[in-house]
């Protein structure tokens, strides 16, 4: 009886041989802790005022994702980044404005957040008028980029004061 072990065993040889290992996968990054995903978006807090400060809605508007929402008080929701860049440019050709805010919140959930605070303001008007004293809260939900890097893709804020002659509860 002729055996067929030794020209199976040559073939399965001859085809491992051929065979090239698997490259390495690279190891997925860490996902960023608790500490630095606050830091991260404090960040954008900062740079945010720093702009709105500036006058620069450019600036702002770089910082929402293109196809972000942005709900002001009082007023239609604005979509995307370029319409949202003309909304805050309106608003800069009207006032200058004194922003200060607090981040009191930030949660993360792979790569949305979401960052909660309060923030005062001043609105000096540029033409004639009388400056607008305010204070309130903010809601942000922002997604994390490719890059590693947070961008505001939901934005809200409102007042705490009572709207005038509203009665306080």
């Not at 830091?39 to 910082?63: F, K, T």
């Not at 404005?97 to 607090?102: G, M, P, Q, R």
């Not at 939900?141 to 890097?149: E, T, W």
Request: a negative charge; aromatic letters at 6%.
């Amino acid at each position: 009886m002729r055996s067929y072990v030794t020209p199976m065993v040559l073939a399965l040889a001859l085809a491992l041989a051929g065979c090239e290992p698997a490259p390495q996968q690279e190891a997925a990054p860490e996902a960023p802790t608790q500490a630095e995903i606050e830091a991260a978006i404090g960040e954008v807090r900062e740079a945010y005022i720093a702009a709105q400060n500036a006058g620069d809605a450019a600036a702002l508007a770089a910082l929402f994702t293109n196809d972000a929402v942005l709900m002001p008080p009082n007023a239609p929701a604005v979509s995307g980044k370029e319409a949202i860049q003309s909304y805050l440019q309106s608003q800069n050709d009207q006032f200058s404005f004194e922003l200060a805010a607090s981040q009191a919140e930030v949660a993360a959930a792979g790569d949305w957040a979401f960052s909660r605070g309060t923030h005062t303001v001043n609105l000096n008007p540029k033409a004639a008028g009388k400056a607008v004293e305010d204070s309130g809260k903010y809601l942000n939900i922002l997604k994390r980029q490719p890059d590693g890097s947070w961008k505001i893709a939901r934005h809200t804020w409102n007042s705490d004061k009572a709207l005038p002659g509203a009665a306080r509860q």
